[in-house]
Each structure stands twice: as C-alpha cells, then as structure tokens.
C-alpha cells in the first residue's frame, strides 16, 4: 500500500460547484497533513495544513481530517477556472521522522 | 527576498555523465528537501536534512548524493546519470516539519538525461 493515496483524476466540476479531494494514507501514526496546490511546470504551493480531527476552513478552502479512517479530504467551494490545478496531499509522521510524503495528486478541472 | 534558488532550470546531460543541482534558501531553515517529479506523478522525496551536516535518505535515493555543510546550501549530486533520472527536480525549504510550517519550493530544475 503507498503511504499517500490519491486519485489522479481528472475531476471535472461545474463553475461555482463544490470541488471535493480525497486522500488516504498508511501510516496511523501520522500527524500533520498539507495541501499543496500545483500549476503546469510550476512549483507547488500551500493552501492548507491540519493535524486535528475533524474540519479547518480558510476562506473558499475546508480541509477535513479522520484519523480513524486515516483520510483527509479538501473542499473548494464555489469553485473557480483559477482552482484548475494539480492538488497534492502531504503527509508527515513527526515524532522526529521529519520526512514529508507527498500523494500523486489529483488533477481538477473546474468547467466554465 | 530570494527564497529558495535552484540553478540550473535546464540541463540535458549524456548518459553516464555528472552533474550537480544547487540549491540555496535565504530564510535561515532548518530543514531543506530534495524532490523529483515525474510527468504526470506526485513528489518523491530524494533526501532530506534537518540542519548542517545532517542528511538522510527518503523514498528515492539510488543514484543520488547529497551534503550540507552550511544552512544555506544543500547541493544534490547526480552520479553517472541515467535516463531515468530525466525528471522534473525540486528544492524545498521549512523551519520545520511540522504543523504550520510551510514548505518552501523553488522554481524546479528540468533535466533531461539523454
């Protein structure tokens, strides 16, 4: 099993939709999860982070958090032809594991 | 204010040559992280450091080396390159791992092992 799941996609949602990106991962011992978002041939960037259960919301963006079932989830609402990127899900351990694993990503495209 | 630099942007290498990525953070980091990407693949971590003479391997570190001498600076060694290390390279900096901290990118190093 990899260590971050996602599913490449690519999703199509309705301008002004709710776009919704799942992610699984392996290690129960997982502590902080990341969303980057990635443009074509640029670098990726943070949109959020969450290391409690349950749900943290910044602006259009809601990322959820279940450690139980070991999924994290990001919901973009009212969804815009500028989210139309790669969104990438990142996990770290911690507990002095400093590596950060990132998911394949999932490709969004939101339709005009 | 820079951020992370890597140099060079493009580089075509013949099979079996050598090359050296540069990277360079102007935020006083701790940490600082290698990453390739592949077309159409997430970020697999190469090495990783979490300060000046520490380095540690990650998920894919065959073919590759790297130093840190300074905190500043944490060049990535490619030893007789290989047409699978054509990719998309990427340097990132945080103050730590951690809740809240982000992670810091480049702009990517295209390479082309030919």
Same mark, same amino acid.
């Given at each position: ?5 996602? +599913? ?13 990106? +799942? ?7 997982? &502590? ?20 409690? $259960?349950?749900? *943290? ?6 990322? &959820?958090? +279940? ?6 989830? =990001? =919901?973009?609402?009212?969804? &815009? ?6 969104? =990438? ?5 911690? $507990?002095?594991?400093? *590596? ?7 490709? =969004?495209?939101?339709?005009? | ?68 001498? !300074? ?30 901290? !982000? ?8 390479? !082309?092992?030919?």
């Amino acid at each position: 099993q990899k260590e971050v799941e996602q +599913n490449s996609g690519p999703l199509s949602v309705p301008e002004g939709a709710i776009a919704s990106l +799942n992610c699984t991962y392996s290690d129960r011992g997982s &502590q902080s999860f990341f969303w980057y978002r990635q443009y074509s041939g640029k670098s990726p960037e943070l949109i959020m982070f969450i290391y409690s $259960n349950g749900d *943290k919301e910044d602006g259009r963006f809601t990322a &959820q958090l +279940n450690k139980a079932s070991q999924y994290v989830s =990001l =919901l973009i609402r009212d969804s &815009q032809p500028s989210d139309s990127a790669t969104y =990438l899900c990142a996990v770290n351990r911690g $507990n002095r594991d400093d *590596k950060i694993i990132f998911g394949k990503g999932t490709r =969004l495209h939101i339709l005009p | 204010n820079a951020g992370v630099t890597q140099t060079p942007k493009f580089r075509i290498l013949k099979i079996g040559q050598s090359m050296t990525l540069q990277c360079t953070q102007d935020m006083n980091h701790n940490y600082m992280y290698w990453y390739r990407q592949d077309p159409g693949m997430g970020l697999k971590l190469i090495y990783y450091s979490v300060g000046a003479g520490i380095t540690d391997k990650g998920e894919v570190p065959n073919g590759y080396n790297v130093s840190r001498s !300074t905190t500043e600076d944490f060049p990535l060694r490619l030893e007789l390159a290989a047409p699978s290390q054509t990719s998309v390279y990427f340097c990132a900096s945080s103050y730590s791992s951690g809740s809240g901290n !982000t992670i810091y990118f480049g702009e990517g190093s295209w390479l !082309t092992v030919v």
